[in-house]
C-alpha cells in the first residue's frame, strides 16, 4: 500500500514546485524597443542575404545551396523515377542506386524534357 502511495506524493509535491511563482524569464515580455518593425528588419535583412541566420534545424554552416540547370518538369520526373525504383529514403532507411538505377533516373529526366522522342543511353537506344 505504501509502495502505491509514494509516486502519488512525489507527483502531487513536484506539481506544487512548479506552482509557487512566476516563470524565470517573464521580463522578456515587458521589453520595449526603441526601433520599428522596418527598422528592425531593415537590420536583418544583410545577415539573411548572407546565410549567417539559422533557418528552422538548418544551422547556416549546414546549409547548401545547389543551382541546378534542371527544368521543373525534369527534376519532377526523376523524383517520380526514383520513388519508383524505391530510391527515396524511408526514415533512417538510405537506399544506395546502383550505375543502372542513376542512368534510369536520368533518362526518365530527359524523357520529361524530350517528350516522348527516342533518349540515347550510354549502352544504346531507349524509346518510350
Do not use: C
Amino acid at each position: 500500500m505504501k509502495a502505491a502511495l509514494l509516486p502519488i506524493a512525489f507527483a502531487l509535491s513536484a506539481g506544487a514546485a512548479f506552482a509557487e511563482g512566476p516563470i524565470q524569464g517573464n521580463e522578456v515580455f515587458n521589453f520595449q524597443s526603441t526601433l520599428s518593425r522596418a527598422e528592425v528588419q531593415a537590420q536583418v535583412a544583410p545577415a539573411y542575404r548572407a546565410d549567417v541566420i539559422a533557418r528552422g534545424e538548418v544551422t547556416p554552416s549546414q546549409a547548401t545551396v545547389v543551382a541546378s540547370g534542371l527544368s521543373r518538369a525534369q527534376v519532377q520526373a526523376e523524383a517520380a523515377e526514383a520513388y519508383r525504383l524505391g530510391l527515396v529514403a524511408n526514415g533512417e532507411i538510405l537506399p544506395v542506386p546502383s550505375d543502372a538505377q542513376i542512368e534510369q533516373v536520368r533518362l526518365a529526366g530527359l524523357r520529361a524534357v524530350q517528350g516522348n522522342a527516342v533518349v540515347q543511353a550510354t549502352g544504346g537506344a531507349i524509346a518510350n
